[in-house]
């Protein structure tokens, strides 16, 4: 199957470019592709024409947002309609990455699909706007809603607290918000057990959950990493925990980011593993 991914340098479409043997794939890349830029757009998918579109880029600097919300509309949530709608016209399928941004964070519960959304900055306000937009594309879609990625690739958490901890012996780490770590090697995964389910059964429009197994907060989290990493020869620090009032950001974070998969599971037939073992993984190839 050609598949047009998005987001070449990203850590979910490295992360496919490792896993997804026997497909063709194309990736787009900056300037000839531009989300901001709807033409473009139109013009690499007429160009490629792939049978299925992955769409995984996007705007990610969530604080540089606040003061660059047209930018972020225009990529997040304008693109990928445009995109879409152009696969639309050739008959492929879209499968649209989102984000735990788009909830407030209020519930004491994982979020589910059907929850209200409410996003509390301009990230998770362009990002709903994307979901919407591929929805009423006309395209057949499923939009899979991610939080707090990582992997061997890119910038992303993990990385960061290893390259403190270098100069570092502790660090001050946010413990007032909950998440579920996702491994973007297990989101690539979880993708390419989409593309199978539709090459089997045909291409079938709906909104997802996809997130590591289990739960943390972002201090356990360090912790888990710092401890996974002293046992390869890695480096270490103190981790305390501290409120998210004591680390003010332009943007604010969902206290509650945690999501229920059972939805997409169940579809799919498939669930990440727990957290810890997916971090395990790939620490044995950063470390």
């Known amino acids: 199957m050609r598949i047009l991914i ?31 830029k709807p033409e473009t757009i139109e013009a690499a998918v007429a160009r490629i ?29 304008d693109g990928p309609g445009v995109l879409a709608r152009a696969g639309a016209k050739i008959g492929a399928p879209i499968i ?15 979020w589910r699909e059907d929850d209200p959304t409410g996003p509390l900055g301009v990230y998770g306000a362009t990002k709903l706007a994307g979901e919407q937009a591929v929805q009423a594309s006309g395209a057949t879609h499923a939009v899979i809603r991610l939080a707090w990625v990582y992997s061997p690739f890119g910038n992303n958490f993990v990385k960061t607290m290893l390259r403190l901890a270098e100069t570092r012996d502790a660090l001050n780490v946010v413990e007032d918000q909950q998440g579920c770590p996702s491994s973007a090697l297990d989101i690539a995964t979880a993708i390419l057990k989409v593309v199978g389910h ?7 429009s ?31 620090a103190a981790v305390t925990g501290i409120p ?14 945690r999501l229920d998969c059972t ?25």
């Open 244 to 257: 998210s009032s004591s680390y003010p950001t332009p943007a604010k974070r969902p206290a509650n980011s």
């Open 198 to 204: 539709w090459q089997q059964h045909g291409a079938t």
């Open 6 to 36: 998005t987001g070449h340098d990203g850590q979910v479409a490295q992360s496919l470019a490792e896993q997804a043997q026997g497909h063709d794939l194309v990736f787009t890349s900056y300037p000839e592709f531009d989300l901001a």
């Open 96 to 110: 649209h990455l989102s984000t735990d941004y788009v909830f407030d964070g209020s519930l004491d519960r994982p």
């Open 206 to 236: 709906g909104l997802y959950h996809f997130a590591g197994s289990g739960e943390a907060n972002w201090a356990d989290f360090a912790r888990a990493i710092f401890a996974e990493s002293a046992t390869r020869g890695g480096p270490r």
């Open 49 to 77: 024409q792939p049978e299925l579109i992955v769409s995984a880029a996007a705007y990610t600097a969530v604080d540089k947002a606040e003061s660059e919300p047209e930018l972020a509309m225009a990529i997040n949530g």
């Open 263 to 287: 939805h997409f599971a169940n579809t799919f037939g498939y669930r990440a593993p727990v957290w810890q073992e997916s971090l395990a993984v790939v620490l044995r190839r950063l470390i």
